[in-house]
């Protein structure tokens, strides 16, 4: 097997200066192939790059037919070259013809050759193109020259990515550039057109060839070093503060900055030429690469873990640290990352946020409930995001039907714009009905009331003229700080509450913290099923002291005017009474310590877990109102997670059982003259709501972006109709079949906007 007579440094060094030479990018091309060949020994080297109608095409050859060069294209699973594409792997063969993806084409003037080696084109662990070289003899390519083809690779990825070469395609541009339509999940409703701001900005390898490999390599032991030591460091400091990044990812991190494999692999790049970051960049996006076809979620982790470890690296490398949440935000702003804590979002300049796109987050996620109370659409679970986009590219983030359009066509980009014309139009209509009060046509009034958590949420008490708060979670205080609020920040966040709201009514809701719901400063418990488990008016029963310090902080804050306090997840009347025990002793303290009292404490359970259901007499006599949580009420109901994808959409909760367990509480509520409201996501959708109404709820609390909506199908409702085909409905529904159908013809059938 001949040696290549200059190595890999040497091809890296000529490469260095074609890249220099100031000719057009085709030639430039041309001539890197003939380096390429001549480098290798090898009578045939081509470049083929992966267009946006998904072929891969000819861009250059050096030993096969010139004529052949933007002509020979071919699916992207057609052939050797195809396969590499596929499979993201190098391939390397002594006799490429006798292997069964080999497909021969006749302009090419190939069947000349045997041995084959490609090599994809790699940019963040996507394929961009395929490098090959081929000889006329049976040989097979040494590790080295796999490896120096790999390293080559590299410099032309980054040609590709940088759209070089966009405009040499006869009609149609490179795949690295093209619209990407990917799917996710809604997590905040709305349409948000703009440009690409990575949260977590890609380090930009400027220099891929070493001019000194010695003084690389050692560049690149120092910085591992460097690493490795911050990471002990991370390790301990969290084993005595307890905060952080937990223990176990840290953990996994710290194995893998002491991987033999991955070392070993960084330095040989670095060998063959590359700079100590082009290394690590180059290794991270054969990594990216299997991650991306890695369908095994906890393997999948374990690459993302590494994937964090050689960011740290190139972070060390370059210089560039992140620039992260509150950074400077171009006027509309979408930012894409791969996960997001609700405090990072919140740091950012929401005037500039046009959307949120993340590759992690499920609908009840804390960054979800941030950005639907900041009103930013936002869509989670889209694979790949941060790597199918780079900063600036437009993209189109559409909160209603869960798609993400990266760099769209004009086509889409118009239906888009116009879509959000409309929706503003649609929005403009709603604010004309702020001040209509929102009784049914046959004279019924409904409460529409805001579900809140965090001070952004007051303003939208008067733009939509809601009537007040009918559910204000505490707990997000909680979720987004640092550390854990005192009694005094607490106390300020709820005077702040009612400042905002003067008059109108507001109901707080103690602590829900617990099951999906975790503190980052808490010790993190091991649950088997966390939903089940130690949270909400449990913990409050069970260590009263953070009950206790929440209450008298709402008391104090609520002094001289009403104030309606509510437990979640109450199962039985005994924990409401015993909770009631526990306010009226802080009472007690206040009173006993001179301070006022509110004018007014009405004390109130969320209805939740199904037991209640049948203590629903009972706990109407004991409580001063009640409040549906649907999401859990549900969640329970029908044993489905409602973080579970697969099956969170399973039931539907305008079924017969679901609707027997709402007019229950509705009826025998109202018949103990208890006030009863629903707050779960349900009464904040049109047609769910006016089911709602039919089963006798007359106070409804919702997301601002619903109370719109909510208020136009009120207007144009007869609520005693309503309750007679629920009515109708329910006598006939023997299978237990959901009553949708029905209530969506009737809506239909007397104009009812749902
Ligand atoms: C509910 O469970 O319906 C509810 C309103 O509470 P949360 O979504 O905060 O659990
Ligand atoms: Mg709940």
């Known amino acids: 097997m001949p040696a290549a007579p200059g190595g890999p440094r040497l091809l890296l060094r000529r490469l260095r200066e074609a890249m220099a030479e100031p000719v057009s990018p085709q030639a430039r091309l041309d001539r890197i192939v003939v380096v390429i060949a001549a480098n290798v020994i090898a009578e045939v080297c081509s470049v083929y790059v992966l267009r946006d109608d998904n072929t891969l095409e000819l861009f250059a050859t050096e030993g096969l037919n010139r004529e052949a060069v933007h002509l020979t294209r071919m699916r992207a699973d057609e052939g050797l070259v195809g396969l590499i594409a596929q499979t993201a ?16 084409r006749p302009e090419t003037g190939e069947e000349a050759y045997h041995a084959f080696l490609g090599v994809p084109l790699l940019r963040a662990g996507n394929t961009l193109g395929v490098l090959t070289v081929q000889n006329k003899t049976y040989r097979v390519y040494s590790d080295e020259e796999i490896e120096a083809l790999q390293t080559t690779a590299m410099v032309l990825s980054e040609m590709i990515a940088s759209g070089e070469l966009q405009g040499l395609a006869p009609d149609a541009g490179t795949a690295a550039r093209r619209a990407v339509n990917a799917r996710g999940v809604v997590l905040a409703d709305g349409i948000g057109l703009g440009h690409v701001v990575l949260h977590e900005p890609r380090i930009v390898v400027k220099t891929l060839i070493a001019e000194n490999v010695e003084a690389e390599i050692a560049r690149l032991e120092a910085a591992i070093e460097a690493v490795r030591s911050a990471i002990d460091d991370l390790v301990e400091r969290g084993d005595k503060i307890g905060t952080g990044e937990s223990r176990e990812v840290l953990e996994t991190v710290r194995m893998f900055a002491h991987d033999k494999g991955w070392l070993r692999r960084m330095r040989e790049a670095v060998v063959s030429g590359l700079t100590a970051e082009a290394a690590v960049e180059r290794v991270q996006s054969d990594n990216r690469a299997r991650m991306m076809r890695q369908s095994d979620p906890y393997l999948r982790d374990r690459l993302h873990d590494l994937d964090d470890l050689a960011n740290r690296l190139l972070r ?3 210089g560039q640290e992140g620039a992260g949440a509150g950074a400077y935000l171009p006027d509309n702003a979408i930012l894409v990352a791969r996960s997001m804590g609700p405090a990072a979002l919140l740091d950012y300049d929401p005037s ?8 992690e987050g499920g609908p009840t996620s804390h960054i979800a409930i941030v950005a639907r109370a900041l009103g930013i659409p936002a869509v989670g679970e889209v694979e790949n995001a941060t790597a199918l986009c780079d900063s600036g590219d437009a993209i189109i983030v559409d909160g209603v039907s869960g798609e993400v ?11 888009y714009a116009e879509m959000v014309r409309l929706r503003a139009k649609r929005q403009e209509q709603y604010r004309a009905l702020r001040d209509v009060p929102a009784i049914t ?33 505490t707990e997000l205080q909680f979720m987004v700080a640092q550390r854990m609020p005192s009694a005094a920040e607490q106390q300020a966040l709820y005077e702040a509450v009612f400042a905002a709201t003067g008059d109108r009514p507001v109901t707080i809701r103690t602590l829900d913290i617990g099951g999906d719901k975790i503190l980052p400063y808490m010790p993190k418990l091991e649950e088997e099923n966390p939903a089940l488990g130690w949270r909400a008016i449990r913990i409050g029963l069970d260590r009263p002291a953070l009950l206790r310090v929440q209450l008298r902080a709402l008391l104090r804050a609520a002094a001289g005017r009403p104030l309606k306090i509510m437990f979640p997840m109450v199962a039985t009347v005994d924990e409401f009474v015993r909770a009631k025990a526990i306010v009226d002793r802080e009472k007690a303290h206040l009173r006993r310590h001179g301070h006022p009292l509110p004018s007014d404490c009405r004390l109130g359970a969320m209805v939740e877990v199904p037991s209640l259901l049948f203590q629903i007499d009972e706990i109407a006599q004991v409580a001063d109102f009640l409040s549906v949580g649907s999401n859990d009420l549900m969640q329970f109901l029908f044993a489905v997670d409602r973080e579970n994808r697969r099956v969170a959409d399973r039931f539907d909760p305008l079924c017969a059982a679901a609707i027997r367990a709402f007019r229950l509480i509705a009826e025998r509520a109202n018949a103990a003259g208890c006030p009863v409201t629903v707050c779960g996501e349900i009464g904040g959708r049109p047609l769910e709501a006016m089911a709602l109404i039919g089963m006798g709820f007359r106070d409804l609390s919702m997301s601002p972006a619903s109370i719109g909506p909510i208020k136009a199908m009120v207007l144009s409702l007869d609520a005693r109709a309503i309750a007679d085909v629920i009515d109708a409905e329910m006598a006939r529904a023997h299978d237990g079949a959901s009553i949708r159908p029905a209530l969506a013809a009737f809506a239909k059938a007397h104009g009812i906007p749902v």
Do not use: C, K, M
């Open 89 to 104: 792997e190098p391939l390397s063969l002594s006799d490429a013809q006798t292997h069964p993806a080999f497909s021969y």
């Open 316 to 318: 060390r490398l370059t």
């Open 352 to 359: 500039r946020l046009r959307g949120v796109v993340l590759e």
């Open 405 to 415: 359009q990266v760099r769209p066509g004009p086509e889409i980009e118009a239906a």
């Open 441 to 473: 046509r046959d004279g019924i009034r409904i409460g529409l009331h805001l579900n809140a958590g965090l001070l952004v949420d007051l303003g939208h008490l008067n733009e939509t003229g809601a009537e007040g708060i009918g559910l204000f979670r």
